[in-house]
């Protein structure tokens, strides 16, 4: 045999093997898949219906009990939220609204590349625009008004704890449908000071009610700062360290967000901070929660865990946002938690 029939009989070898071995990747997630879409005894009850994003009264979340309704943008009762759910037919990642306004972020493996991209939707979940994104969803939020959109995505890397992650955070008008594609284009104010830097990263926007004023995580040279940023100058300016994923409370009074307990590890506690004071109260989940939890109402945050003894699911909770109770299971097999 020739040199070059050698080279190509094993360069023909290495595509069969690869090909081969995409398509038992592939046949693998689609089992796995197929027996998470199968409905399990003992699971909540889902039927199949409708929900508009203007109904008063309920709780919207992603589903995660198996069966075919698993990932589909889901409601409770706000009243009931242990009681029977109603699954629309809308699937996502990730999923917030607020004032008649969402976004769902969809993420589609294949064999070579991942499929992710956001949906701005209407009161009904119809889709009114489609954004490509550059990597993983992780994180979205609606402003109070509806008006605005953010979504955060992993560029690279798998989480927080990675060495080598990237995060890229977006802000949408949906009035203008001007996108911000990052918030590294804003200037940084920190410590009183202009501030640039090659490593910063963005993530877990949580928007104020009058339409310009925001919270978010900002990280660089391994801290993590909560921010107060203008849409309109296009500003954020360091407030505290050790903040991640922010969310306001509906008085905007105050921050529920995660803290990393121990540097250099994936482990973090539930705090409320006090904008005006900057005092910080440890809640009382001691689970370590990796969520950007939600308000409920003034006194109550929820936020999702993995679900025991069962890998990729996870269950919403809830805890009082003074410190004081203990934490209480919300919705079984749940996440993405909106109150409409």
């Given at each position: 045999?020739?040199?070059?029939?050698?080279?190509?009989?094993?360069?023909?070898?290495?595509?069969?093997?690869?090909?081969?071995?995409?398509?038992?990747?592939?046949?693998?997630?689609?089992a796995?898949?197929?027996?998470?879409?199968?409905?399990?005894?003992?699971?909540?009850?889902?039927?199949?219906g409708?929900?508009?994003?203007?109904?008063?009264?309920r709780?919207?979340?992603?589903?995660?009990?198996?069966?075919?309704?698993?990932?589909?943008?889901?409601?409770?009762?706000?009243?009931?939220?242990?009681?029977?759910?109603?699954?629309?037919?809308?699937?996502?990642?990730?999923?917030?609204?607020?004032?008649?306004?969402?976004?769902?972020?969809?993420s589609?493996t294949?064999v070579?590349?991942?499929?992710?991209?956001?949906?701005?939707?209407?009161?009904?979940?119809?889709?009114?625009?489609?954004?490509?994104?550059?990597?993983?969803?992780?994180?979205?939020?609606?402003?109070?008004?509806?008006?605005?959109?953010?979504?955060?995505?992993?560029?690279?890397?798998e989480?927080?704890?990675?060495?080598?992650?990237?995060?890229?955070?977006?802000?949408?008008?949906?009035r203008?449908?001007?996108?911000?594609?990052?918030?590294?284009?804003?200037?940084?104010?920190?410590?009183?000071?202009?501030?640039?830097?090659?490593?910063?990263n963005?993530?877990?926007?949580?928007?104020?009610?009058?339409?310009?004023?925001?919270?978010?995580?900002?990280?660089?040279?391994?801290?993590?700062?909560?921010?107060?940023?203008?849409?309109s100058?296009h500003?954020?300016?360091?407030l505290?360290?050790n903040?991640?994923?922010?969310?306001?409370?509906?008085d905007?009074?105050r921050?529920?967000?995660?803290?990393?307990?121990?540097?250099?590890?994936?482990?973090?506690?539930e705090?409320?901070?006090d904008?005006?004071?900057?005092?910080?109260?440890?809640l009382?989940?001691?689970?370590?929660?990796?969520?950007?939890?939600?308000?409920?109402?003034?006194?109550?945050?929820?936020?999702a865990?993995?679900t025991?003894?069962?890998?990729?699911?996870?269950?919403?909770?809830?805890?009082?946002?003074?410190?004081?109770g203990?934490?209480?299971?919300?919705?079984?097999?749940?996440?993405?938690?909106?109150?409409?």
């Amino acid at each position: 045999m020739t040199p070059l029939r050698r080279r190509l009989l094993i360069l023909v070898t290495a595509v069969l093997l690869l090909a081969g071995l995409g398509t038992g990747v592939v046949l693998h997630a689609a089992a796995r898949a197929d027996r998470a879409n199968q409905p399990q005894a003992g699971g909540p009850a889902v039927t199949a219906g409708k929900l508009t994003l203007g109904q008063k009264g309920r709780l919207a979340f992603l589903n995660a009990a198996a069966g075919p309704h698993r990932t589909a943008v889901a409601s409770v009762p706000s009243a009931d939220p242990g009681g029977g759910r109603i699954a629309t037919s809308l699937k996502c990642a990730r999923f917030y609204a607020a004032a008649g306004t969402g976004v769902c972020l969809q993420s589609v493996t294949g064999v070579l590349k991942q499929s992710n991209r956001a949906l701005l939707l209407d009161a009904d979940l119809r889709t009114l625009r489609t954004f490509p994104l550059a990597g993983t969803p992780s994180r979205a939020r609606v402003s109070p008004s509806g008006r605005f959109v953010a979504w955060t995505v992993f560029v690279s890397g798998e989480s927080y704890s990675s060495a080598f992650f990237s995060t890229r955070t977006s802000i949408l008008d949906t009035r203008t449908m001007r996108l911000t594609p990052s918030l590294e284009t804003f200037s940084i104010v920190k410590d009183g000071k202009p501030y640039h830097a090659s490593d910063i990263n963005f993530w877990g926007v949580t928007f104020a009610s009058d339409d310009d004023t925001f919270y978010a995580t900002l990280n660089t040279a391994n801290q993590t700062y909560l921010v107060r940023g203008s849409l309109s100058r296009h500003t954020v300016t360091t407030l505290i360290q050790n903040v991640e994923c922010p969310s306001l409370s509906p008085d905007e009074t105050r921050v529920a967000f995660k803290k990393r307990v121990l540097s250099g590890t994936s482990l973090w506690h539930e705090y409320v901070l006090d904008l005006r004071t900057l005092k910080e109260t440890a809640l009382a989940e001691r689970h370590s929660v990796d969520d950007q939890a939600t308000w409920l109402d003034d006194r109550t945050v929820a936020y999702a865990l993995p679900t025991d003894g069962k890998v990729g699911s996870s269950d919403l909770w809830s805890v009082p946002a003074n410190g004081t109770g203990a934490p209480r299971l919300l919705i079984a097999g749940a996440s993405s938690p909106a109150p409409l």
